[in-house]
């Protein structure tokens, strides 16, 4: 057994190997990362729920699995961090609100049911900004978690906690939810990578939904590799979710696998246009412009295109996204489950409804549930909800002409690295906009990756690189993720880590 050996500085291959090495145990790997959380999540805060027995019970009957010769999968024993939107049995599930503060789902959503039936240990439920509101977890109603790059700063959002988790070596993976960007935009300031699947290529039964149109649940890692890893565990066909694609998923491992070699000859490359100019930190602009050259080196062509609709897609996305969440969110009407508020004795059901949601959701929420309420309101309607969804096709006409000509699109992920916890807190719209280069694959069911570009020279801080595909072609995004990922760890001698946390 190799002595001193840090296994929370492994990837989630690397422990696959040592475990199947016999060089450790499930049991040490998952107490390594209950240590480090003790220690470090005091600051980062990553972390709603730590389910210490839990994990380690799970972690136990994976090391006797391994001396049976009956495990689950190749990842089994190596253990995850769960975002806290996903129904966890037997686990609190809050989605950052303090409408749920107290909820403990009778059941697993399919991807945490998927990761127990595959031997992952789960070390607890990570933070997140309210029912997945955010950019910078700030709005979750447990406080902000911080970005193990500069404590001052956000770690993006709404899963930042996942993110942090990841980044601060917490926990070697994690599940995210990205309906607008929330696993692309935190990896990029965290300096991890995170995939956003085709809509419909994991399940989202479970999933507690902030906009069923958008959410997808994805992997949170730090490699390319690790990322196609836990996405072939969670992703495939679910007959309990009805937007669930039936087939089988293209070979994600495969793909992460062929792209490391680092030779991208004959795939073409498409710049998009409109995610670039004004507003761009041009730090992530240089570093982007770095990892296009690198791709060109690979062996891909490289040409410029052109999404007009693209420009719309923020104003698109905020009509959608609050019409559905202000419906899905009408359920919390503290009748069933939650929080509930009596404002006086003998109050009615309807002040009972109206003192608890009053209480128990966020500025955030509350914003957005007068704007969907607003943009679905008879007269409206057409108007605004039935007007961004014209332009929402025009956008995904946008990637299908793109699609025609070049096999993969490319972008920064966010126009900006990591900025400071409580600047933007104030100013919804500059929030939102840090969504604007993810949320066009959203608006169209399409698959996205950011992986981890560089660090930006104004800041030190990490900057994220964004691969587009089109819709079932989540391969071609692990493919081209992992030749850029081994370019860079070439030119960098390995990952790039975040001083320790002091
Ligand atoms: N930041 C975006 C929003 O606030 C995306 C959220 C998400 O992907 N869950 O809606």
Redesign the pocket.
Known sequence: MAENTDWTRKTAAELADALAAGETTSVEITQAHLDRIAAVDGAVHAFLHVDAEGALAQAAESDARRAAGTLLSGLDGVPIAVKDVLATDGLPTTCGSKILEGWIPPYDATVVRRLKEAGLPILGKTNMDEF????STEHSAYGATHNPWDLDRIPG??GGGSAAAVAAFEAPLALG??????IRQPGAVTGTVGHKPTYGGVSRYGLVA?ANSLDQVGPVTRTVLDSALLHEIIGGHDPKDSTSIDQPLPALVEAARQGATGDLTGLKVGVITELSGDGWQPGVMARFQESVDLLVKAGAEVVEVSCPTFVHALATYYLI?PAEASSNLAKFDAMRYGLRVWPHEGASAEEVMRASRDAGFGDEVKRRIILGTYALSSGYYDAYYGQAQKVRTLISRDFEAAFEKVDVLVSPTAPTTAFKLGEKLDDPIAMYL??LATIPANLAGVPGISVPSGLADEDGLPAGFQVLAPALADDRCYRVAAALESALHAQWGGPLVPKEIA
């Open positions: 997945a509101m955010g950019s959002g709404s939810t990205d309906t607008g960007g929330s902030l996204l840090n969504d």
